[in-house]
């Protein structure tokens, strides 16, 4: 299956989002969007026209309060697993908390996990227990 970027005019329908950050993260091709109004990093893919529909891997966060969030999850659609999609969520919301000085709980294992396996990035001095 062969995979394409959306078009900001199809993360914008199928993603349903309204605000998306200009500083998105491009990676090998793919996109991580940053909708703050809905506290949270989207990747849209899709198939080939005619080979499939829009799938989206999705990190949420919450404000705990004005400069604490919690990263709660990351969902990342089972076909499209093991190529690295957590991994660009985590470091574009990780990178969201070193940008807005911000500290974070991190609910997520994924994240936990992720911030342990790239230590010489420094997140770890972003996260409270």
């Given at each position: 299956?062969a995979l394409r970027i959306c078009s900001r005019f199809n ?48 990190l949420r966060y919450k404000f705990m309060n004005e400069k ?62």
């Open positions: 299956m993360v914008l329908n199928h993603c349903s989002m309204r605000f998306i950050s200009e500083r998105a993260c491009l990676r090998g091709g793919l996109r991580v969007e940053h909708d703050r109004e809905k506290l949270c990093f989207t990747v849209c893919l899709g198939a080939e026209a005619g080979q499939g529909s829009m799938q989206s891997a999705v604490q969030v919690d990263l709660m999850s990351t969902h990342v659609p089972e076909s499209l697993r093991g190529i690295g999609i957590a991994a660009l969520l985590s470091k574009a919301a990780l990178d969201f908390l070193a940008e807005d000085d911000l500290k974070a709980h991190i609910s997520c294992w994924y994240i936990k996990k992720y911030i342990e396996d790239n230590p010489k990035n420094g997140y770890e001095e972003r996260v409270v227990n």
